[in-house]
């Protein structure tokens, strides 16, 4: 095993027993909300993947090492350091050379769940191309990183502060199988549909993980994108959230953010505009892909 890589306890005993293990994403803990909501959501959703019978394996860069499975101090660390960087491919090297605090994004999740054989990573949702993309080039690492690491995402489609149709074409173009779970369309992480027309839909985990064992059969690069709906009772519909979005994407002009600290400054604007509830949105639907990706491991370890 590559020796970057430092395990949790749980984590080793679960290699040691070749029981199915799930990743988890940080940034969603350190840049994602604020403590101690942060380290609630993260216990709640490695308990959700427990209660499903796979191992959760939060990962983090600390101290030089690859974290796969944080112990309890590595996430109180992690919730409440003030300088924890937001870690993408771009990042990797610098941050484990400099030893600071970083916090995984899909990307830099991707390549930690690789080099440690797991196959299936739960996050909320994932980066894409920003609206007016075709201008500013600002397109997530997320999906390079789908294109070229074979590791299975759940998620809650793409973030809807983007441009859900040049997202997909993009995954189109790099080669990565966009599934959905029980649904046709994409999900649009705060609401449970979008006008985006899926290719590919498939209605258990088991159907899943056999799509996954045919992947690593034919030694394909690309990750699999698994977008999973919000429960009805939990989502926001378009119609509310498309005028919130707006306005969020109308400040961040006006304040000059851009690149890596467009996301965290839109879903913090969306969270203040909807008093809090689309922060509830998002830790739902986060419980929601735990429960699918423990499934999806469970079937695929079979």
């Known amino acids: 095993m590559n020796q970057l890589i430092k395990f949790s306890k749980e984590v080793q005993e679960a290699i040691n027993h ?4 799930v990743a988890l994403e940080s940034t969603i803990i350190s840049h994602g909300m604020p403590y101690p909501q942060n380290v609630e959501m993260a216990k709640q959703t490695e308990q959700i993947i427990r209660d499903g019978g796979a191992v959760p394996a939060t990962i983090a860069l600390m101290d030089g090492k690859i974290l796969v499975g944080l112990e309890e101090e590595d996430l109180e660390l992690l919730a409440t350091a003030e300088d924890v960087v937001k870690v993408s491919r ?3 090297a610098n941050v484990l050379a400099t030893k600071k605090i970083g916090a995984t994004t899909v990307a830099s999740t991707m390549i930690a769940a690789n080099l440690a054989g797991i196959k299936v990573f739960v996050t909320g949702g994932i980066g894409g191309v920003h609206r007016h993309g075709e201008d500013t080039m600002d397109i997530s690492a997320d999906l390079e990183e789908l294109g070229q690491t074979n590791v299975t995402v759940v998620c809650a489609g793409a973030k809807a502060i983007l441009d859900l149709p040049r997202t997909m074409e993009y995954l189109e173009t790099k080669g990565v199988p966009v ?7 994409l999900p649009a992480f705060f609401s449970r549909t979008s006008n985006v027309k899926l290719n590919l839909r498939k209605d258990s985990a088991e159907d899943i993980a056999e799509m996954m064992k045919f ?12 977008t999973n709906p919000i429960p009805v009772e939990h989502e926001i519909p ?3 959230i498309d005028g919130i979005i707006q306005q969020a994407l109308k400040e961040e002009k006006e304040a000059g953010v851009s690149g890596k600290d467009s996301t ?3 879903l913090a604007k969306i969270v203040e505009l909807t008093e809090g509830r689309s922060l509830a949105t998002n830790i739902e639907l986060v419980y929601n892909n735990a429960r699918l990706g ?3 491991a469970v079937a695929y370890n079979k």
């Open 179 to 185: 599934v959905g779970y029980q649904t046709d369309y």
């Open 264 to 266: 965290p400054f839109l």
């Open 238 to 240: 378009h119609e509310e």
């Open 90 to 92: 771009r990042d990797f």
């Open 215 to 226: 992947q690593q059969m034919a030694e394909l690069k690309s990750g699999i994108l698994v």
């Open 18 to 21: 070749k029981q199915p293990i």
């Open 294 to 296: 423990a499934a999806i």
